[in-house]
C-alpha cells in the first residue's frame, strides 16, 4: 500500500520532520529492541525477537493474524532515532529512555525520513516505512514522562510494514534493499 492509497490523519508531513536528516551515505543499525506483551504494559528489552510478515514481533501486543485484513499495515512494527531521544532529552531538560517511547525497534545512524516509502532490511528481515507519526496522550500517560509529546512532536517515529519472517537482533544492520538503495 502507497502514500497515495492510505492517508493518516495523525501522521507527519515529510515536511514538518525534526528527526535525522538524510544524508548522502548513512549506516544505520539496532541499538535496542522492545516489545510489550500487553497493550498499556511495560516495554521489555529483548536481545532478539522474531519478526512475521504481515504479522509483528512475536509476543508485542501489536502481534495479530494479519495487519493489512485490518487495513493497517502500519501497526505490525515502529522505529525511532536514538539521536531523536537524546536531541529531545537535551532541549527540554528530561531523560526519555527508550523503553519509554513505546517503539519497538531503537535505531543509530539511519534517517528514518530515508526510509519512508520504500523497502529496507533490518538483518535480514525485509520491512517497508509506511508513515512518519506524532506522539499521542496514551504515550505520555504510560510513560509518565511529562512534556514527553511535545519533545517528540514532528520526530515520533516510522510505522513499517514486515514484509518477511526472520529474527532481528540487537546490534543489527539497517539498509536500503539493494534495489531502493540505487
Known sequence: MSRAEAKF????????????????????????????????????????VRAFADRGLEGDRFFRDSWAAAKRPDKAVSLIEQEVLEMAASEHHVTIAGNKTRRNIITRGVPLIELLDRDFMIGNVVMRGIRLFEPCAHLEKVSQIPGIFR?????????????????????????LQAAEAS
Open 9 to 48: 490523519a495523525w501522521e507527519t508531513p515529510p515536511e514538518l520532520w525534526r528527526g535525522l536528516k538524510p544524508s548522502a551515505a548513512w549506516k544505520g543499525s539496532v541499538v535496542n529492541l522492545y516489545i510489550a506483551p500487553e497493550p498499556a504494559g511495560p516495554m521489555i528489552s529483548v536481545a532478539q
Open 151 to 175: 519533545a517528540l512532536e514532528n520526530r515520533s517515529g516510522l510505522k513499517a510494514a514486515i514484509l518477511s519472517d526472520d529474527v532481528i537482533h540487537t546490534g543489527d544492520a539497517i539498509a
